[in-house]
Every structure is written in C-alpha cells, then in structure tokens.
C-alpha cells in the first residue's frame, strides 16, 4: 500500500512500485519507506521541496551570472564554487535571484547557499512566507 499526501509518500507493502505512485507526484517533500521484511526495517527519505521551474531558473540565472555557454550542463548538485565562482559572484547570483523571484535574501542565508538545489529550496521557502499581496 502506498499513500501521498501534498507532503510526503509512504510505502508500507515491498511489493509498490515507485515509480508507479511518482509518476503522478508534482511535487512532495519526503518519501518514507516502512517495514519491508518483517524483520529488518528500511527508511529512507527523498527531500524535494523546490519545483523543477524553480530549479531551472535558477540554474539560467547561474549560467547567465557566470557567464557560462548555454550547453554547460548543471545539476540541482551543482556547486558555484565548481563553475568557478568566487565569493563576490555568489552575492551576484543572490542578488540576481533576489531580483527575479521579488524576494530578499537574508545574508546569514545567502551565506549557506552553496548548490543551484540550496537556492531554490530557499527560494521555494522564502516566495511562500510572502503575503499573498506581494506575490500576485
């Protein structure tokens, strides 16, 4: 048996396919495996809060800061500091993101954001904590 919220996704019979329940699943937050044998039990937590626009936007956003070709491949996992980014192009980015999803960054985040996933899933968090005046 399977069962999704807006969430999370719960697995309690081996026997579910994933990819049958995620095939449906826009978005969730996590993904809990239950008992798989009656003597072992597995756990395992899948967390994808920010949307694949959002990621991709940011991933544009990135590219266009960085002045990387259009085919550069990036991953949510990719990390700035890997495409060559320094301190002063990260606050760049922030900035730039800030911009584009009409947000503000508090500098104690900005400081966190080390992958294109960790500025998306902050941007996600930060466009849902707006007043709903500000987001229309």
Known sequence: MASLSTTSLSFKAPSTRISQVLRNASSFQSVTFGRVTS???LRLQISCAAKAETVQKVSDIVKEQLALSADTPLTSE???????ADSLDTVEI???????????VEESDAQNITTIQEAADLIEELVQKKPAAETS
């Open 94 to 104: 922030v900035m730039a993101l800030e911009e584009k999803f009409n947000i503000s």
């Open 78 to 84: 990719s990390k700035f500091s890997a495409l060559g």
């Open 39 to 41: 003597s072992k039990s």
